[in-house]
C-alpha cells in the first residue's frame, strides 16, 4: 500500500516555473514506478511523464518535452515535477500516480495508486 500527497500547485504567471512534490508513504516506495498525470476541466486525465523506480528511464509527453523535468530522491520518498516555461494551457489539477513495475506505464488505469492532485492555474 502507498499512500500518495501532492503538493507545490498555485497561481503562476505565464514563462514562470514551478515545482511539484509528490510524497509518499508506505514500504518500498523505491520500487515503483512514478507517473504524473493532469487533468484541466472538461478534458480527460492526461499523461505528463514518468519515471522508472531507478530513475533509469524517464519520459514525458511531447507537449512538455523540453519544459518539464522528472526527478526522485528515494531516501525521502518523494517524486519532483519540475515545470518551467509554463504555458496557460498547462492548467489542471496533477496527479502522481504509483504502480510497482519495472517499466514506465503511460495510461492511467495501468497504476494502482493516486494523489489528491495540486491545482496548477497559469494565467496573467
Known amino acids: 500500500q502507498v499512500h500518495l500527497v501532492e503538493s507545490g500547485g498555485r497561481l503562476v504567471q505565464p514563462g514562470e516555473s514551478l515545482r511539484l512534490s509528490c510524497a509518499g508513504s508506505g514500504r518500498n516506495f523505491g520500487s515503483y514506478a512514478m507517473g504524473w498525470f493532469r487533468q484541466a476541466p472538461g478534458k480527460e486525465r492526461e499523461f505528463v511523464g514518468v519515471i522508472s523506480w531507478s530513475s533509469g528511464s524517464i519520459w514525458y509527453t511531447d507537449s512538455v518535452k523540453g519544459r518539464f523535468t522528472i526527478s526522485r530522491d528515494n531516501t525521502k520518498n518523494t517524486v519532483y515535477l519540475q515545470m518551467n516555461s509554463l504555458k496557460p494551457e498547462d492548467t489542471a489539477v496533477y496527479y502522481c500516480?504509483?504502480?510497482?513495475?519495472?517499466?514506465?506505464?503511460?495510461?492511467?488505469?495501468?497504476?494502482?495508486?493516486w494523489g489528491q492532485g495540486t491545482q496548477v492555474t497559469v494565467s496573467s
Open positions: 500516480a504509483a504502480v510497482q513495475v519495472l517499466r514506465t506505464p503511460a495510461q492511467p488505469n495501468e497504476y494502482d495508486y
